[in-house]
């Protein structure tokens, strides 16, 4: 068993906080050799304001 993790994943909406946490995840996996994987996390989007491809745009 591996002492530090061996991947790492980071997900983020783009506030303040998720940057700090962003900023320490590199450093970490930097450090450590693990890979970062990274997931952003948007505002929700009503599908009435979505176009799809059936709707003209």
Known sequence: ???FPTRIL???D???DAALAARSAVE????TGSELHV???GEFLPTY???T?????
């Open 49 to 51: 304001f979505a176009l």
């Open 10 to 12: 980071l997900a983020t």
């Open 39 to 41: 997931v952003h996390v």
């Open 14 to 16: 783009g506030s303040p």
């Open 1 to 3: 068993m591996a002492l």
């Open 28 to 31: 970490l996996s930097g450090n």
């Open 53 to 57: 491809e059936a709707e003209p745009a």
